[in-house]
């Protein structure tokens, strides 16, 4: 049978049709690309930590999919001016399925904003405004363009064991991952931005800070699959 996994999604005013309404939305990209590597796609719209323990039950792997800022009082800092728009209900939504997945040892992908909440998760802290950092809008030149940056693998990671040496990447982020606790780092861009993270201690605990879902990148998704069919 082919893994089901799980991927969160937004819940926004959204229009279709006839209709303005509340939304659970994702670009459907994700399902795709999680469909040609071999799996199920299952939306996953923000819920509560009950709901979260009995997902995560019946799911084979989980994505963190991309999305708003984390807010700053998850990892105690004070938002910044740049930092606007968090989503309470996805951050505790989120969490609470990394907590259960956790628990299960579930193989799960953060991408974007997936990566810098799984930095969260395990007690890290954000960068809130990564051109403060490197001088540029690179990573997110603005609108919905995504930025190219080339990346730099670690031999050896799990990263590197399903993507290889990759050269550039679609980006879409302000902000990116100051501390990482528990993760070793798997990636940077040559502007020293942190550019994907791994667990040593699971199978497969990984996220990455760009959009593999928009490239020919499905390497990552493999991956996960592949660790989830286990």
Known sequence: MKPLIGVTTYREQSRWGVWDEKADVL????????????????????????????????????????????????????????????????DTWELALLDAAWEARLPVLGI?????????HGGGSLVQHVPDAVGDERHSPGGDEYGEIAVDVVPGTKLA???GELGVVSCHHHQGVREHPGFIASAH??????????RQDRPFWLAVQWHPETREDAGLFRSLVDAASQ
């Open 112 to 120: 974007c904003r997936g990566m810098q909440l799984m930095a969260v």
């Open 27 to 90: 670009h459907a990209v994700y399902a795709q690309t999680i469909e040609a590597a071999g799996g199920v796609a299952v939306l996953l719209p923000p819920s509560d930590a009950d709901a979260a323990l009995a997902l995560v039950g019946r799911l084979d792997g989980l994505v963190i999919a991309g999305g708003a800022d984390v807010d700053p009082w998850q990892y105690g800092a004070e938002p910044h001016e740049r930092t606007e728009g968090w989503r309470p209900d996805r």
């Open 189 to 198: 861009a040559a502007d020293g931005t942190l550019e994907a993270i791994e």
């Open 161 to 163: 064991g399903a993507i």
